[in-house]
């Protein structure tokens, strides 16, 4: 694991706001407000208000930001919730790595491998030509708003010590198998030292009743909150499912948005069937601790995620509970900034099983055989794809309505 030195800052992001959804102008222009976002951060154009976009205005709208943004801007906000699809690639996956017409042909195979997996650097762009995205999705203007302004406010809120602890629930999904192939990646329960969190491993039947939760990671096809979660500011969750960044459900599972309405700050779903890679999908380890060190809540998710080009990551960008404030940098007043998020040994990139033989590849709805195993590799460095692996995940029932 990486020591991170500093953070993406307002001054990195450019803002995108489509001009022919109500929705995108209307958050946009707050976003811009609550980050103070100078003119030049922002690009106005009209683009087309479905689910996905085509090749042709995919590479219309990647045009026109390298234009309007240059080499200046590091990582980018999307002001809205759909688009978010460019055929089988998600649009942030399509507009950092660039769009792969291949994996749409088996959306289930390893993907392009990305260099920002648990990397250093805060200046992606300028150090490995990747701009990694968020948009700013929510279920309604309002809603966004509230998850903007969460997002502000998380800023430095959990860096300095005599706060209360805070919680990361790793839950457990064992009627699901398919899907709690993260459980694999789980670190051991109890504090992160001299931190101030707690990581507990439990059932998700205890979800509803966490209490001032940092992060939750879990895997299941329909989450079924009872209403909003206890989050602190900044608060990331997320969940292993097939359609989880396909935010308008036509597939009858949870997506990411239910996450956001919960009153969490980030969260990740994939926009086609991804299989249970796990290089698709958070690394729980690398999430928690680049954030720990003070990253931005768009840092530590794409920092995450090895394959990223099915992943659609939403939420407010530059949420970063854990990074500093500027006045305890140079006064270090009491309260005292905490001590850096504690060492880690090298983390291990998740590699899958081998794949089923062709010819006898799992019947629909079949459930693997076992969990793949995770194998070592260097700290930072980006994974090499093993030429096959991953199992189609069950698919979600549908919710009255529909399809």
């Known amino acids: 694991m990486p020591r991170i030195e500093g953070r993406l800052q307002a001054a990195n992001i450019g803002l995108v706001i489509n001009t022919a959804d109500p929705y995108s102008v209307a958050v946009g222009e707050h976003y811009i407000r609550r980050r103070g976002l100078k003119p030049a951060q922002v ?14 205005e995919f ?26 699809a460019v055929d089988c690639n998600s649009i942030s996956g399509a507009l950092a790595l660039g769009f792969d ?33 968020m948009l700013l999705a929510a279920p309604s203007v309002a809603a966004a708003m509230a998850l903007i302004d969460r997002g502000a406010l998380s800023d430095g809120s959990l860096a300095l010590r005599g706060r209360d602890p805070v919680s990361v629930l790793l839950l457990l999904n064992n009627a699901d198998p398919a899907r709690n192939v993260r459980s694999n990646l789980y670190p051991p329960a109890g504090p992160v030292p001299g931190m101030g969190v707690t990581l507990r491993v439990e059932p998700t039947l205890v979800l509803p009743a966490g209490k001032r939760m940092l992060m939750v990671s879990t895997g299941a096809a329909r989450l079924d909150f009872p209403g909003p979660l206890d989050w602190v500011p900044g608060g990331l969750g997320d969940h292993l499912t097939s359609y989880g960044g396909a935010l308008d459900p036509w597939h009858g599972q949870s997506t990411a948005l239910e996450w956001i309405a919960s ?71 009491t309260p005292a900034p905490l001590p850096p998020a504690p060492a880690a040994s090298p983390v291990t990139p998740p590699v899958p099983s081998p794949a089923t033989p062709p010819g006898n590849a799992p019947e629909p709805g079949a459930l693997p055989s076992s969990a793949p195993a995770p194998s070592p590799a260097a700290p930072g460095a980006s994974p090499t794809a093993p030429s096959s692996g991953g199992t189609p995940l069950p698919a979600g029932k549908p919710s009255p309505g529909q399809g």
């Open 101 to 133: 017409a291949a994996l749409c042909e088996n959306s289930c195979k390893p993907s392009r491998p990305s260099r920002y997996f648990n990397a250093s650097t805060t200046q992606p762009y300028t150090d490995l030509g990747i701009r990694p995205s």
């Open 43 to 56: 690009l106005r154009l009209a683009l087309p208000t479905g689910t996905t976009i085509t090749r042709d």
């Open 263 to 333: 009153g969490a700050t980030a969260s990740h779903g994939t926009v086609s069937e991804p299989c249970n890679h796990l290089q698709k999908f958070p690394h729980p380890q690398v999430l928690l601790l680049h954030y720990l060190q003070g990253s931005t809540a768009l840092e530590a998710y794409w920092k995450s995620v090895a394959w990223p080009q099915q992943a659609l990551f939403i939420g407010e960008p530059l949420a970063a509970p854990f990074a500093v404030p500027d006045w305890a940098k140079q006064a270090a007043p």
């Open 59 to 84: 590479e219309h709208l990647r045009g026109r930001i390298d234009l309007r943004f240059g080499r200046r801007v590091q990582a980018l906000a999307l002001a809205w919730t759909q688009p978010y």
